[in-house]
């Protein structure tokens, strides 16, 4: 999987499940404060990302996610290493 095919399906499930309206997903943007994020919606993120990505997330890697940039740096991170596995 490419880093361009793991940026369109993050931005679709983004889009389709937590209704950010698709301009606003910019890579130096504010994940968070995009998203609106709350407790609940973090544990409905990391369900989609381990369904959509198959592989487990660890709560502490979102410590150092802030941006949209980090996040699809994390998930391309994670599925590159999994594909080695």
Same mark, same amino acid.
């Given at each position: 999987?490419?880093?361009? !095919? @793991?940026? !369109?399906? @993050?931005? %679709? *499930? =983004?889009?389709? +499940?937590?209704?950010? $309206?698709?301009?606003?997903?910019?890579?130096?943007?504010? =994940?968070? +404060?995009?998203? %609106?994020?709350?407790? =609940?919606?973090?544990?409905?993120?990391?369900? /989609? /990302?381990?369904?959509?990505? %198959? *592989?487990?997330?660890?709560? +502490? $890697? *979102?410590?150092?996610?802030?941006?949209?940039?980090?996040?699809? $740096?994390?998930?391309?991170?994670?599925?590159?290493?999994?594909?080695?596995?």
């Amino acid at each position: 999987m490419t880093k361009a !095919e @793991i940026i !369109e399906r @993050i931005n %679709g *499930f =983004l889009v389709d +499940e937590f209704e950010v $309206d698709i301009e606003k997903i910019i890579p130096d943007a504010n =994940l968070r +404060e995009t998203v %609106g994020l709350d407790s =609940l919606d973090y544990v409905d993120l990391v369900v /989609i /990302i381990e369904s959509n990505f %198959g *592989f487990k997330v660890v709560a +502490e $890697d *979102f410590i150092n996610i802030h941006t949209f940039q980090s996040f699809y $740096d994390y998930v391309e991170h994670k599925v590159t290493e999994k594909a080695s596995a």
